[in-house]
């Protein structure tokens, strides 16, 4: 089978799209895939270095701000557009599949000229206007959540699948605390504001921070590569906290923790109830569609974590909810026992099945 994949912007869309293309490799030797991608984004660098056929496409996003940059872009997406059509009258894919960001609308408005079947995969709660409007027409749409289905009222196949990126979060090699200076014996919470860090938040938690200084846990805080080095050379902190710059095997380590303090992007929302980890999710307010705070919600009112949003953090209150929790209150109680109850969802192989299945009926 031949497979055109396109995804970009964000490490929320990379992601889920190399774990597609891994599950096909898997289970094809026949398969042949090539990505489409930004010039200047993430996945240009990425999808190369995992050895996957790479063509990129000139198109930024819309502004709301910058009128002229907007036609600028209309004409972008109008090159990109036909640059698509004929990297697939080259290619000659059975199928074409967007897993999320702007770069995927020229891709797919191209499949469907072509009359080449085609597929999405919605990572978040509550899709964005790009899925929506391409999900029209489409052969499927696969969902992260199962109440996203709601939303594509306008396709006629609808599938819950989950998160290609939490299939394997139980085979992860594990870390173990000892290995970045922790005590094995010990609570641990981990803070962490996804791969870029979050100057905002890690400045809202800094105060909490300096309120541990006598507790009997010990706190891991990610503060991403961006901000690390202004993060540790203008505080100084206890020996119960322990301040990294990034960790690569974020999810495996999930499992050392008691509890988790962090954003609501789908990769990890999925990823904290795959390894049944209590946490309060904090949104960021500066993403489209107000995404990560429709994820957080869904989580929240299935009583699997504790959502704040970011205007109305305390480290006060903070503290006193963190003390509160990791001395197994009710509450505590009631998100591990929701958490032990999910079943994580074989995502990858329900997508490589729906897409088998849909390249067959021709």
Request: aromatic letters at 10%; one cysteine or more.
């Amino acid at each position: 089978m031949k497979m055109i994949i396109s995804a970009g912007g964000t490490g929320g869309h990379i992601y889920p799209a190399l774990a597609i293309i891994k599950k096909f490799q898997e289970k094809d030797p026949n398969f042949e895939v090539l990505y489409i991608g930004t010039h200047d984004r993430m996945e240009n660098e990425i999808v190369p270095k995992n050895g996957i056929p790479y063509e990129s496409i000139k198109i930024y996003g819309f502004s709301k701000k910058k009128i002229g940059k907007d036609f600028y872009n209309i004409a972008l997406i109008i090159k990109a557009y036909n640059k698509c059509l004929k990297i697939i009258d080259k290619f000659k894919p059975d199928i074409i599949v967007g897993v999320g960001g702007y770069v995927t609308f020229p891709v797919i408005l191209a499949a469907k000229k072509r009359k080449i079947k085609c597929a999405l995969h919605e990572q978040n709660m509550i899709p964005g206007k790009t899925n929506k409007f391409l999900s029209r027409g489409v052969n499927a749409v696969f969902t992260t959540f199962e109440t996203s289905k709601d939303y594509f009222d306008k396709c006629v196949n609808c599938i819950y699948t989950g998160h290609p990126c939490t299939d394997n979060v139980g085979k992860l090699k594990a870390v173990s605390k000892e290995s970045l200076g922790l005590d094995k014996d010990k609570k641990l919470v981990m803070i962490t504001s996804g791969s870029q860090g979050s100057k905002g938040l890690n400045g809202k938690l800094i105060q909490f921070l300096k309120m541990v200084k006598n507790a009997s846990y010990e706190v891991l805080v990610v503060t991403g590569k961006n901000n690390y080095e202004e993060f540790t050379t203008e505080n100084q902190f206890s020996k119960n906290v322990k301040i990294i710059p990034y960790l690569d095997n974020m999810a495996a380590f999930f499992k050392n923790c008691d509890l988790v303090i962090g954003r609501s992007g789908a990769g990890t929302v999925c990823e904290l109830l795959a390894s049944h980890t209590p946490s309060i999710l904090i949104p960021s307010p500066n993403v489209a569609n107000n995404h990560q705070y429709y994820n957080a919600l869904g989580v929240e009112e299935a009583k699997m974590a504790i959502m704040i949003e970011e205007k109305d953090l305390d480290s006060q209150n903070l503290y006193q909810k963190v003390n509160s929790l990791l001395k197994g209150d009710d509450e505590y109680q009631t998100l591990k026992n929701n958490l032990n109850k999910y079943q994580k969802p074989n995502a990858s192989e329900k997508i490589y099945k729906s897409i088998k299945e849909i390249v067959k009926n021709v």
